[in-house]
Each structure stands twice: as structure tokens, then as C-alpha cells.
């Protein structure tokens, strides 16, 4: 989920928190993703609610808060009241959401745990069965914000469906503070409001810059993934970024772009002044607009954008969007590069000065990057660059989690794009010429990619026949490379070398290698074919690790990752019996190391232990657990008791259970991460 997180540029998460029960994340989970950065959003309030599970909820988020200063960033009321069975102290309906509500800001403005945590307004008033409620804008002790999810429905343009004064139907004259804490489109082609995925991308870049135009303090997308293809038996409802194989759809590679394209690194980004750019846009549609993003460095961004209608609900299918020319008029002559959202992360066209820039725009937003102005404007004779609207994008986008940040050319004339990135293709021209690169290049012999501890090392050859044979890998079902070329001939012996870094843990793991472009005319001099001739991993050959895909598909090897031995600081042994179990151990240190004991079975064994070996270093401390437990499962415990942290991961201790062995027998699940005090348990069978 982290890399999904951060390929999608995102910080802030909604969510619900119950600390594990009935199968939710532990707390660990949520401060685990509060020191990468993340901040959260929480709803508190279920169907049978009580001013008792109200404050254990809010218990639970002050822990959070305390382990993580600023990682709460709002608590939301009930959700969607209109969806579920919600009682407060036995009182159901808007009643009962209303004083469920005053309770929690109550609770949480007089918290001092969670000073500085916003309020966000409860969701499903003024539906059906439903009257519109108290204004939280005007009437004191309800929330800091409005709050309400508003779905555009049957495969409409968001625009009509975000405008607050449809959305917002408690609030009548004078508007306050809202947000959206939930809104987005579903691919269910089976539900009545389902569109296809080109179409959930387009919409929801436009959402997303429509209820950021009408003010909006905050939009969340639901959802971040589909658990099941959506349709499937199991049921899912299509919302996700990313599909049911965690691969990004059109949405989330949308929002990447956008997010790599706004990002701003400065060092007052949070704080800075807004110097409004004066500029206006001419020829657009009845259903054009624009909005203005500044930037700390005096950049300013302009989103211009159109929302035609893009799908017939009957036929289920897409409508072809009109092409408007469009003019962004500056203030003066500028440097000016322009993006494409469903394009990448590069400009489809820059200018090293012009005072307006002609547009084709169609159904989605364009980003037109205003710099600095410059003295005069060089490049009115090419005032018109062709920009391209229908990107083609790949079925299998590969994941970047450091997407590349643009640069402008300094030419004098526009650099123009004629193909988005993605595609394998690429182009572009200028006063010098031109210059074109096609595809993916053969391998050199040795690509290494990824980031951790874990090391495999794939050697690869490939039969070559109307080009080179690509590929992609993944580990346990993730794919962690993007689309690679062989090039070394697997009948002359060679091999290409594939180093990929990971971190996956003690136990069996499956590495999938996807042939991707099976070729094959009838002969074995005309068959384009794949080979893995070796795998090891962590220097260790791999016994399994050979594969001839001779087809288009996946084939798949395992191995078994064994903790590493302890340099030796810490091995050491507890208790007495003729049963044996190993934990491996490893800290983060920080002003002394982490302490922690060991129970089994609700008994201690031993006292406090001190851990030794840094994680860093991919080594553990053995600790030699000894017990007479008898046949059976067992439960063992590990208790981490002195946690610290300054705000850094380098202020930052934190202990890790890397792998637990029972009588010699490797448990396949005993790895975990205790990033805050307390106890985490294991399961093991005698």
C-alpha cells in the first residue's frame, strides 16, 4: 500500500481505526505510515454507537497522535447516514447523528492529545428519509468544516454534482468551511453509475479541479484499490485507483502526473504569499474552465480544462469528446511550459517567451506552467503547438515510486511532444531538427532496480526473432520492475544480469517472471522466446530458479529466504526445556538500544533483553528461547518496551522480530515491525 501511496504523491488517507479488531490494521499499521509521512483522517461512529465505543475510538487515535505529533490531521462523524443502522446512546436518525456529533467535538477540543485536530461534519443528510440538519457553518459545537460525498451518478461530468450548493443542502446564504471526504467514479460496468476506466480517469481529474474551484478545503477519493475484479462473485464496487492486481488505472496515473507536476519542494511551500498572475482564457466551451495554483518559487500553474459529456449510460460506452481551441492571454511574456495530465510528466510544449498560449482541449485538464517573465516574446510565430489530447496508455503502467520532475528546454521555439510518454515511442523538434527513440532498449547485460535489503539476481538470455524479448517481474504478486528487454542470446550461452533489491521477509516467496511479447512464425529460427538460466538470492543459488517461457504468459519459481546469522553481539539463551525456539531480532537505535522481553504462552521466560544487531545491516541477534510445551499451538509474545522517536527515522528506535524458527522449522509469518511500545504475538505449533 505504501508504494501505491507514494507512486500517487498523496500524504493524506482516510480511514476508520479499531486497533485489529474484527481484522482492521493494528495501530502499528497506521503509525508505521504516520512517521513515512502520512497524515490521517479518521470517522469515528458505527451503527450502535455509545458515548463509551465514541471515546474508545478517540483513545485509540490519541495514540497515534502522541507516537506521531501531526499525523491526525481531522476525526469525521458518523459516515453516510443514509447507508447504515446509526444509533447514538439508542438514538437513531439525523437526532442521533446530530448529538453524536456535538459529543465528539466536544470531546475532541477539550482533548489536549488532539489540540490542533480539525472536526470534519458527518455525511448523508438531506437524502431521502433524511432532512438537511443544522448548518455546522452557523450553529456552534457541531464540526470546523461541512462535510458531505458528493458521487456524480449514471456516468455524468462531476461539475453539477461538486457544486456546493447542491452538495451542501444544510447550508442556505452564507457558506463556511466544507470538505469532501469522500467522492469518485466506479468501473463496475454492472452497477447503474459504472463507466470505463478511461472514463473514471478523465472525470476524475476533473473532480478533482472543479471542487478545488468552488473552494473546497480538502478532496478525498474513494477508493485507493479494488480488492476483487469488480463484478466478481466476492463483490466489489470498482471504485479503486488501483484494479484488483494493484496495477494503476487511468485515475491514478492521472494523479501522479498531477501530483509530480504541482509538487512543490520549497521551503516555504506551506506558508508562502500568493502573487496572483493576472491571465485570462478565451474560446472555451460552456462547459470550460480554469484555476490558478502558485507555486512558492513564483511559479504558477493554470488548469484549464472541459467537461463534455463522455458516456452513454444505455450503450455503456464512451462518447467521443469535441476539440475546442482555447487561448491562455498572461500579463506579459513569460517562460511557459505546458502538460498533459494523461501524458506523463513531461511538457507537451514549451516556450522560452510568449505572452499566450493556444490550446486543444477535450475532456480532461491541461496545466499550463507560467514562469518567469521574461523581456520579450520570441516565439509568436509558433504560438500554436499541437498538442496531443488522446494519449495512449499502457495496460500495464509501471509504478514509479520517484517520478521524474520536468525541465524546461531552453529553445526558443516550442519543443512539441507528438507522442505521451508510455507509449514506447517518443519524439520531438526544434530549430536543430529532430530526433526519435522507439521502444525499449536491449539490455547493456546488467539492470539493477528497486530499493531494501534483500537481494535476487536473475540472469536472463532471450531468442530473438523481429525484435527482443520483454518482460516483467514480480515478487509474491507485486510487480516490482517495469518493462525489460533481453538482449543476450540465450543460444550463445550469454545471460543478461537482473539485480533487483526488495524488502520481503523471512519465509517462501514467489517470483513471477511475465513474457510479454511471444513471437512466432512456424519455425524454431522464427520464435521469439525468454529464459531464466539462474536466481540467487542473498548470494545463495536458488535451486528452483530456472524457467523457458516459450509462450506469452507468466511462469513462476519460489524461495525460501532464511534470516541471516548474528554477527555474534547479542546470541544468547532463556529458559530450560527440550523444546526450542529461535527468534532473530533487530533494532533501530536511538539513545540506547530497545528492550523488550519474550512470553509464551502468557508466561514470561526470561527478563528484560537487550537488542543488539541494526537492522541496517541485514543481521540479527539469535535469541534461543528453550520451554517444555507439549503438543499443540503456542502462543509467543514479544514485548517492546522503551520506544522512542524525535520526529525522524533517524531519531527513531524500534525493535523487529525477522524470523522465528520452532525446533529448526522456519514460521513463514514471524516477521514484523514494533514501531511503537507493546506486544506483538506468533503462533507455532509443536
Not at 50 to 71: D, F, H
Not at 574 to 591: T, W
Amino acid at each position: 500500500m505504501q508504494a501505491d501511496i507514494k507512486y500517487l504523491g498523496l500524504s493524506e488517507l482516510r480511514d476508520g481505526i479499531s486497533n485489529g479488531q474484527n481484522g482492521s490494521a493494528p495501530l502499528a499499521s497506521y503509525i508505521q505510515l504516520a512517521k513515512a509521512g502520512e497524515q490521517f483522517t479518521f470517522v469515528v461512529g458505527g451503527d450502535a454507537s455509545t458515548t463509551a465505543s465514541v471515546q474508545s475510538t478517540l483513545n485509540t487515535i490519541g495514540q497515534l497522535e502522541a507516537a506521531v505529533p501531526g499525523s491526525v490531521k481531522a476525526i469525521e462523524g458518523p459516515n453516510e447516514i443514509n447507508n447504515q443502522s446509526l444509533t447514538f446512546n439508542g438514538v437513531g436518525g439525523l437526532q442521533g447523528a446530530t448529538a453524536l456529533q456535538q459529543y465528539l467535538y466536544q470531546t475532541v477540543k477539550s482533548t489536549p492529545a488532539l489540540a490542533g485536530v480539525s472536526v470534519d461534519y458527518f455525511t448523508g443528510y438531506n437524502t431521502v428519509g433524511f432532512a438537511a440538519g443544522p448548518n455546522p457553518s452557523t450553529t456552534a459545537g457541531l464540526a470546523d468544516y461541512d462535510n458531505q460525498h458528493p458521487y456524480p451518478q449514471g456516468g455524468q461530468a462531476p461539475a453539477s454534482w461538486v457544486d456546493p450548493a447542491a452538495a451542501l443542502g444544510n447550508e442556505t446564504g452564507a457558506r463556511g468551511k466544507f470538505v469532501y471526504t469522500e467522492a469518485g467514479y466506479t468501473t463496475n460496468l454492472s452497477d447503474v453509475n459504472g463507466v470505463d476506466a478511461t472514463v473514471q480517469g478523465k472525470y476524475t481529474l476533473d473532480l478533482l479541479m472543479d471542487a478545488a474551484k468552488d473552494g473546497s478545503s480538502g478532496t478525498d477519493l474513494y477508493q485507493l484499490l479494488d480488492a476483487y475484479k469488480p463484478g466478481s462473485p466476492q463483490g466489489d464496487d470498482g471504485y479503486g485507483l488501483f484494479d484488483e492486481n494493484n496495477n494503476p488505472k487511468l485515475a491514478a496515473t492521472g494523479i501522479h502526473n498531477l501530483t509530480a507536476i504541482l509538487a512543490d519542494k520549497g521551503a516555504n511551500a506551506s506558508s508562502f504569499s500568493l502573487s496572483v498572475l493576472n491571465y485570462s482564457v478565451s474560446g472555451q466551451p460552456s462547459t470550460g474552465n480554469s484555476l490558478e495554483i502558485g507555486k512558492s518559487d513564483g511559479t504558477t500553474d493554470i488548469a484549464v480544462w472541459a467537461e463534455p459529456p463522455l458516456w452513454n449510460a444505455s450503450t455503456k460506452s464512451e462518447v467521443a469528446a469535441p476539440t475546442t481551441t482555447e487561448t491562455v492571454n498572461l500579463d506579459g511574456a513569460h517562460q511557459v511550459s505546458v502538460y498533459d495530465l494523461l501524458s506523463g510528466t513531461a511538457p507537451i510544449a514549451t516556450y522560452a517567451s510568449t505572452s499566450s498560449v493556444q490550446l486543444q482541449v477535450t475532456d480532461h485538464p491541461l496545466i499550463v506552467q507560467v514562469g518567469a517573465a521574461t523581456s520579450s516574446n520570441s516565439s509568436s510565430s509558433s504560438s500554436a503547438p499541437t498538442v496531443s489530447t488522446t494519449p495512449t496508455v499502457s495496460t500495464t503502467p509501471t509504478v514509479s515510486t520517484t517520478p521524474a520532475v520536468p525541465t524546461t528546454p531552453n529553445v526558443s521555439t516550442p519543443t512539441v511532444s507528438t507522442t505521451p510518454s508510455g507509449s514506447g515511442m517518443s519524439s520531438s523538434s526544434s530549430t536543430g531538427g529532430s530526433t526519435a527513440t522507439t521502444g525499449s532498449t536491449p539490455s547493456s547485460g546488467s539492470t539493477t532496480t528497486g530499493s531494501g535489503l534483500d537481494k535476487l539476481v536473475l540472469s536472463i538470455s532471450e531468442d530473438a526473432y523481429q525484435g527482443n524479448a520483454q518482460y516483467a517481474v514480480s515478487v509474491d504478486g507485486k510487480q516490482v520492475t517495469g518493462t525489460l528487454t533481453a538482449g543476450a542470446a540465450h543460444a550463445a550461452g550469454a545471460d543478461d544480469t537482473l539485480t533487483i533489491y526488495g524488502n520481503w521477509g523471512a519465509g517462501s516467496h514467489a517470483v513471477g517472471v511475465n513474457f510479454l511479447n511471444d513471437a512466432y512464425a512456424g519455425t524454431p529460427s522464427t520464435d521469439r522466446n525468454l529464459y531464466v538460466d539462474g536466481a540467487t538470492f542473498d548470494g545463495a543459488s536458488v535451486h528452483a530458479g530456472t524457467l523457458a517461457l516459450l509462450s506469452g504468459g507468466m511462469q513462476s519459481f519460489n524461495y525460501t529466504d532464511v534470516t541471516p546469522v548474528s554477527d555474534g553481539g547479542q546470541n544468547q539463551s532463556i529458559g530450560s526445556g527440550k523444546d526450542q525456539l529461535q527468534l532473530a531480532i533487530g533494532e533501530d537505535a536511538y539513545k540506547g538500544d530497545a528492550q523488550y522481553t519474550v512470553s509464551v504462552d502468557g508466561h514470561q521466560v526470561g527478563g528484560t533483553l537487550t537488542a543488539g544487531a541494526a537492522q541496517g545491516s541485514k543481521k540479527s541477534d539469535l535469541l534461543d528461547v528453550y520451554g517444555n510445551w507439549g503438543a499443540g499451538t503456542h502462543q509467543v509474545a514479544v514485548n517492546f518496551l522503551n520506544d522512542a522517536y524525535a520526529g525522524t527515522p533517524s531519531t527513531d528506535r524500534n525493535l523487529y522480530v525477522n524470523g522465528i524458527t520452532y525446533d529448526g522449522s522456519v514460521n513463514a509469518t514471524s516477521t514484523t515491525a514494533l514501531l511503537s511500545s507493546g506486544s506483538h504475538s506468533f503462533s507455532f505449533h509443536s
